[in-house]
């Protein structure tokens, strides 16, 4: 009776809040002048409503936000606070709609971009591969690349005034460094804002084979993070995945006698393409069940409960 009781709710939860495309429409009008943006939104972000009821259905205000920053060149610290806020008023969302999640990650990408395209040290690259490198090994290769730039063109600099030279030298090394680290702190802002919305994820269980479809949507969008150097590490893309695969899995459990069986055959034929990028990634400690390991159990447990349901088999 619980899973049932469960079942419902989320129904509830997700067809009375649904995504409403034309909900920001009319404040997006009355926004055009952007100087008055974040003061249009602060009264309706700082209600318990807007945290509990608008936000785990509807990210249009992150994405306004977002999208005001880079476009009017705010600083990162700017992001860094937007996303911030966020993360925390997500903490007292006791779900998010994974429709909306997915509808977020659509742009997000794109939007964050220009926060990740190291202006400073563009100027010093000279290895496109470099983008997608480690910090370390990016700064070690522009520092370098300063040093021979600054000692190869400015040598007579050098010698007329080595320590003014030297002090040169070290403000351009420092503003490279300080590129890196804040780029750093927009990175993990933003893994821990979507470690809180997947962590908080639920499915409309009526849309039963379209709940796959959506989670295979967002792990492609993860790893879209990836791809703009918004993650540079493969595992924290993993970790991300993880914890998306756990919450679907949870869910597969929850409403396993209330799915069909073209919900457990759909899902099986996508695992046996081999071709999904939710298992894609070289599993990243061997202690632990694989991701793939454990979505094949959880679908062999939720598709036996579901046919003994069925069946009006009782566990005894």
């Known amino acids: 009776m619980m899973h049932r009781f469960i079942t419902l709710l989320l129904v509830t939860t997700l067809s009375s809040h649904s995504i409403n495309a034309h909900a920001f429409q009319g404040k997006d009008a ?52 937007i996303v911030k806020l966020f993360s925390n008023m997500l903490k007292s969302s006791h779900y998010v709609n994974a429709a909306a999640f997915s509808h977020l990650l659509e742009t997000l990408p794109a939007d964050l971009a220009p926060y ?64 890196e680290i804040v780029q750093e702190q927009l990175r993990q802002g933003i893994i821990r804002l979507c470690e809180i919305a ?26 879209t993070l990836l791809e ?12 991300l995945h993880w914890t998306l695969l756990n919450r679907y899995c949870y869910f597969i459990e929850l409403t396993a006698t209330d799915m069909p069986e073209t919900f457990y055959k759909t899902i099986r034929h996508d695992i046996r393409s081999n071709n999904l990028v939710l298992f894609a990634l070289k599993e990243q400690d061997y202690m632990v069940e694989p991701k793939l390991s454990y979505m094949q159990r959880t679908l062999l447990e939720a598709e036996t409960a579901s046919y003994r349901h069925r069946a009006g088999i009782t566990q005894q």
């Open 30 to 81: 009355a926004l055009q002048n952007q100087d008055h943006l974040i003061i249009s939104l602060q009264k309706e972000l700082r209600t318990p409503h807007y945290r509990k009821e608008i936000l785990p259905n509807d990210f249009s205000s992150l994405s306004l936000l977002v999208t005001f920053g880079t476009s009017t060149n705010q600083p990162p610290a700017y992001l860094r606070s």
């Open 116 to 179: 990740f395209s190291l202006p400073a040290s563009r100027e010093y690259i000279t290895n496109s591969a470099l983008y997608d490198a480690t910090f370390v090994d990016r700064f070690k290769s522009t520092v370098n690349t300063v040093l021979y730039s600054k000692f190869s063109t400015e040598y007579e600099s050098f010698r007329q005034d080595p320590d003014l030279f030297l002090k040169k030298i070290s403000a351009n090394i420092v503003t490279l460094a300080q590129e």
């Open 198 to 223: 997947l962590s908080k994820l639920i499915w409309d269980p009526a849309q039963q084979e379209e709940t796959w479809l959506i989670t295979k949507k967002i792990s492609e969008q993860l790893a």
């Open 228 to 239: 703009h150097n918004i993650l540079d590490d493969t595992n924290d893309l993993d970790d």
